[in-house]
T-cell receptor
Framework: DGGITQSPKYLFRKEGQNVTLSCEQNLNHDAMYWYRQDPGQGLRLIYY???????QKGDIAEGYSVSREKKESFPLTVTSAQKNPTAFYLC???????????????FGDGTRLSIL | QKEVEQNSGPLSVPEGAIASLNCTYS??????FFWYRQYSGKSPELIMS????GDKEDGRFTAQLNKASQYVSLLIRDSQPSDSATYLCAAPLRGKLIFGQGTELSVKP
């Protein structure tokens, strides 16, 4: 089955700890994205990548880092610098359209991160 | 002005009624729009894409795009309790997808 796999579903972070959220897609999509969603709030873009070995900061990149070494993988690290990491993290991917516009994004099932 | 704006709701409709969800956008260059449905505690799911002026129908869902007014809407006919969710509209812009804040819909039996 083609899709986007995020793991783990639930993650707990201790103070001062870095944690890494995994996102893998087998849709052959070019672009991948990370969002954060707080309860009752909309989606906020953390980082995105249009192509392997390149990525851009979104609206709330501070305290997060990413890498894009393979087309199918876009892991997100929540560093200890992110003081309020408790949230629902969503990974998405999309094709690039012929005109350069992005096609619709498709989402993984998300990872819930909590502070211990 | 936000690039994509939605009424935050909540919007409450009785079962069987038509639910109307609205979205405005600021960039006249936007060429496509997407509607997502997000159930509580779940990830967003794409339910409609619309690329040209006019209406697009898919089952009980109709998306309407008016580029002159920079307005896109989603109509849900014969609303069911299972339609209760938050609906997000989104437009691609500068290599990203800009999401509205979402409208919470509640369909009462």
């Amino acid at each position: 089955d083609g899709g986007i796999t995020q793991s783990p579903k639930y993650l707990f972070r201790k103070e001062g700890q870095n944690v890494t959220l995994s996102c893998e897609q087998n849709l052959n999509h070019d672009a991948m994205y990370w969002y954060r969603q707080d309860p009752g709030q909309g989606l906020r873009l953390i980082y995105y990548s249009q192509i392997v070995n390149d990525f851009q900061k979104g609206d709330i990149a501070e305290g997060y880092s990413v890498s894009r070494e393979k087309k199918e993988s876009f892991p997100l690290t929540v560093t200890s610098a992110q003081k309020n990491p408790t949230a629902f993290y969503l990974c998405a991917s999309s094709m690039r359209g012929l005109t350069g516009d992005n096609q619709p994004q498709h989402f993984g099932d998300g990872t819930r991160l909590s502070i211990l | 002005q936000k690039e994509v704006e939605q009424n935050s709701g909540p919007l409450s409709v009785p079962e069987g009624a038509i639910a109307s969800l609205n979205c405005t956008y600021s960039d006249r260059g936007s060429q496509s729009f997407f509607w997502y449905r997000q159930y509580s505690g779940k990830s967003p799911e794409l339910i409609m894409s619309i690329y040209s002026n006019g209406d697009k129908e898919d089952g009980r869902f109709t998306a309407q795009l008016n580029k002159a007014s920079q307005y896109v809407s989603l109509l849900i006919r014969d609303s069911q309790p299972s339609d209760s969710a938050t609906y997000l509209c989104a437009a691609p812009l500068r290599g990203k997808l800009i999401f509205g804040q979402g409208t919470e819909l509640s369909v009462k039996p």
